[in-house]
């Protein structure tokens, strides 16, 4: 069921990170969606995936600042350990 685009879900994602949980999926409709921030170490600059929890539509932002506060996965191992926990999610490129 799911037609949305890679620019349906930038234009749906809300700017602000706190309000993701309130923001409706591009694809489903349902409300809220996750994200996780990757990077490397010693960068403020990494990716971003964010995802459907219901639909397991998602996107990936490449070369995106994370903050400060973020939650950030750099080590490969718990990248890996990402990856296998969430590996029914879908991405839309
Ligand atoms: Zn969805």
């Known amino acids: 069921m799911n037609n949305s685009t890679y620019m349906d879900w930038l234009k749906a994602l809300p700017a602000d ?3 993701f949980r309130e923001c409706a999926c591009p694809a489903c409709g349902s409300l ?3 994200y ?3 990077g490397f170490r ?3 600059f ?3 995936l964010i995802w459907c929890e219901v ?3 998602g996107i990936n932002i490449s070369r ?4 400060e506060s973020a939650h950030t996965l750099v080590e490969e ?3 890996a350990e990402f990856n296998r926990q969430h590996s029914e999610i879908r991405l839309i490129s």
Do not use: V
Not at 64 to 67: A, E, H, M, Q, V
């Open 36 to 38: 996780q921030y990757f």
């Open 32 to 34: 809220g969606l996750a």
């Open 77 to 79: 191992s718990e990248q």
């Open 55 to 57: 639909c397991k539509h």
């Open 46 to 48: 990494g990716w971003k």
């Open 17 to 19: 990170d706190e309000t």
């Open 64 to 67: 995106t600042r994370i903050p």
């Open 42 to 44: 010693d960068s403020n």
